[in-house]
């Protein structure tokens, strides 16, 4: 069953069963089976005439239409009404004394007043008919021939008493709805009447609801037009606008339920639905645009449109939104694509996102999620334990990928972004091997403004701030038993991941070569760079040139000098020129982060060939933020001086 969210108070929460009481149903039974309710309201038995009924039809709706109304309700305060048992009025209709008599049966002694109310058109304005003050059978004849007249009976004063009023009308039809709250047998089941029955006698005009355990639940659900959308299979199930929890078939005009088929053919199912501009449904063979019409107006029972707009096809991943464009996965699980408005085409059209480099999902999808602070970035979780990052903004044609992983070994299996005034807050689950055993663990990616080398610096992977008593050892790391760690304090590296430390059975590291106070502690983290083949610098074009680059200035800023290595390939790196900021000499072992790395361009020992490209690496507890290159290239196939290519 599907669940619900409610909020009690700020930090009070509850996890629900969304259930409707008013629908959907699936189609109704065309078999000779009957279903028999044991009465018309309360807690009843519904029997079926031969094998009907599931164990999973336990929470299910079951709708049982008979000829006739009923409407009881057993009075026992002021204000007590046979409208107020779920809709239990009594709507005439028809010509004449024939057509127009009802039924009011009152049981039981009582000392009040009951008074036959009616309302016109609409049961929602109630004018008194009739008072009765003892037990009685009346059969009262409705005045208006083709008129639609609701009653009830409502309980004007009761000083004693508990009578049971029962109201009865022939000439109509009327649908009883219960819920099923006990498996008893294929043919017995207990229920709870939600609507009250027409009648306690068989009928062959039942429905089934159309979500069960038996039958089966939506998997893709949104907010569009002020309606709750759920998907499944080929269907689209809309709720009453407005009423998220409301399918009820009664509701007329455009505020009514929707319930559709958006079957275009070459389909697996409704994987994701996305409320855009309009609402789209992502399939296994389609994406579908559903529409009113040209003008776009709210989607309602009478104007509805689906149009398969392009067919690349959807994975079983819930797709997310960004801005007006939807990201989903298509179903070989390896690339991504945005559904994005063609102005051109008037719909939606698809655009790879993965087109440039494919290879970057190809281990394959899990789930994705959406970070709008500082920037827009998509992070994608990949069955091998990568996260890719898409770094999307279509106003600046930016379309980046990077790839993040964790420490050798370890995995992340899911993310999650929440809201957060500074940055949106990522939260990852990450599988971790400590001291042998499997351990899953919930961590967070420290914000932009705490990797930047201050006297907190977090640039370790699940990191433990730490705050203690004077000390060269430190404790209160149980969590990474057995793993190497790396530590800042004070504002310098005082680990690095030269030569780490490893966190001991009790939970600490020894032997620091300073008394700490407040530290971060946790997992060498190496962030790698390499640049695209380098394909500019000479005349004509160097992409398949023979050539080498000489020289090298980088711009950094907010970096641990010492933990920044640069190379032709990740085997053969070495460390950045070590400078003052202020006057530009070199430095023995500067081991504090500079704001700003900007000096001239250094030699550099590339070597000759077709393909050789830069290379960065930084690893923890080091900072750095990369902001550019300027390489020389020289090329022995022409005899020109050094160029210069710039990387960004």
Not at 78 to 96: K, Y
């Amino acid at each position: 069953m599907q669940k619900r969210i409610e909020r009690r108070s700020q930090r009070s929460w509850s996890i629900v069963d969304y259930a409707p009481s008013d629908g959907p149903f699936d189609f109704p039974n065309s078999t000779p089976i009957t279903v028999t309710p044991s009465g018309v309201s309360g807690n009843i038995t519904l029997t079926a005439s031969k094998a009907l009924f599931a164990a999973g039809h336990v929470k299910a709706l079951w709708r049982v239409t008979h000829n006739g109304q009923t409407a009881a309700k057993t009075m026992g305060a002021v204000g007590d009404n046979t409208d107020n048992l779920n809709e239990g009025n009594i709507r005439v209709v028809g010509v004449g004394s024939g057509d127009r008599t009802i039924n009011v049966k009152i049981v039981g002694a009582f000392t009040g007043s009951l008074t036959l109310q009616k309302s016109i058109a609409e049961p929602t304005s109630w004018s008194d008919v009739k008072d009765y003050t003892a037990p009685t059978s009346d059969n009262y004849v409705s005045v208006g021939d083709n008129s639609i007249i609701y009653y009830r009976v409502y309980a004007t004063a009761l000083t004693a008493g508990t009578p049971v009023v029962t109201i009865t009308y022939d000439n109509s039809i009327q649908d009883g709805i219960a819920r099923i709250t006990g498996f008893t047998s294929a043919t017995v089941v207990d229920a709870e009447v939600i609507r009250t029955f027409g009648r306690a006698t068989a009928s062959n005009n039942w429905a089934e609801g159309a979500w069960s355990d038996d039958a089966g639940f939506p998997g893709s659900v949104t907010f569009h037009d002020g309606r709750l959308v759920w998907g499944w299979l080929d269907t689209l199930y809309m709720s009453v606008s407005d009423a998220y929890d409301s399918f009820n078939e009664l509701t007329v005009g455009d505020a009514a339920p929707i319930i559709r088929s958006v079957a275009t053919g070459g389909f697996e199912g409704i994987y994701s639905l996305l409320s855009l501009q309009r609402l789209v449904a992502l399939t296994g063979g389609q994406e579908v645009s559903i529409r009113s019409s040209s003008f776009d107006e709210p989607l309602t029972p009478t104007k509805f449109t689906a149009r398969a707009s392009s067919n690349r096809g959807s994975a079983n991943i819930q797709a997310v939104q960004i801005d007006g464009h939807g990201i989903f996965v298509q179903r070989n699980l390896k690339r991504l694509f945005a559904v994005i408005n063609d102005a051109a085409a008037g719909d939606y059209s698809s655009v790879d996102l993965t087109r440039l480099c494919p290879e970057i999902a190809a281990a394959g999808v899990v789930e994705m999620a959406v970070q709008r602070l500082p920037d827009t970035r998509l992070w994608v979780v990949l069955e091998n334990g990568l996260c890719a990052v898409l770094i999307y903004e279509p106003a600046d044609d930016t379309i980046a990928w990077v790839n993040v992983q964790t420490t050798a070994g370890d995995l992340i299996k899911s993310v999650a972004v929440l809201p957060g005034e500074e940055e949106d807050e990522v939260h990852f689950v990450v599988r971790r091997v400590i001291n042998g055993v499997v351990r899953q663990y919930h961590e967070k990616m420290a914000l932009l403004s705490e990797v930047r080398g201050a006297a907190v610096s977090k640039n370790m992977d699940c990191h433990k701030v730490i705050s203690q008593a004077s000390s060269t050892t430190i404790g209160g790391l149980s969590h990474l038993i057995g793993r190497e760690v790396v530590v800042w304090a004070a504002g310098v590296p005082l680990v690095t991941a030269d030569a780490p430390k490893t966190v001991t059975g009790a939970g600490t590291i020894t032997g620091l070569s300073e008394f700490v106070t407040d530290a971060v502690v946790g997992l060498i983290y190496t962030g790698q760079f390499q640049s695209a083949k380098l394909a500019y610098g000479l005349p004509g074009t160097a992409l398949t040139q023979r050539k080498r680059v000489v020289e090298l200035s980088m711009l950094m800023a907010d970096v641990g000098l010492r933990g920044v290595k640069v190379g032709r390939n990740f085997t053969r790196l070495r460390g950045v020129p070590i400078k003052d900021p202020a006057n530009g000499q070199p430095l023995g072992d500067f081991t504090h982060v500079v704001a700003d790395y900007d000096f001239d361009e250094t030699a550099f020992r590339g070597e000759w060939g077709t393909d050789k490209r830069l290379c960065f690496e930084i690893k923890a507890p080091f900072p750095a933020t990369f902001m550019g290159a300027v390489m020389g290239l020289a090329s022995n196939d022409h005899s020109l001086a050094p160029q210069k290519e710039e990387d960004e």
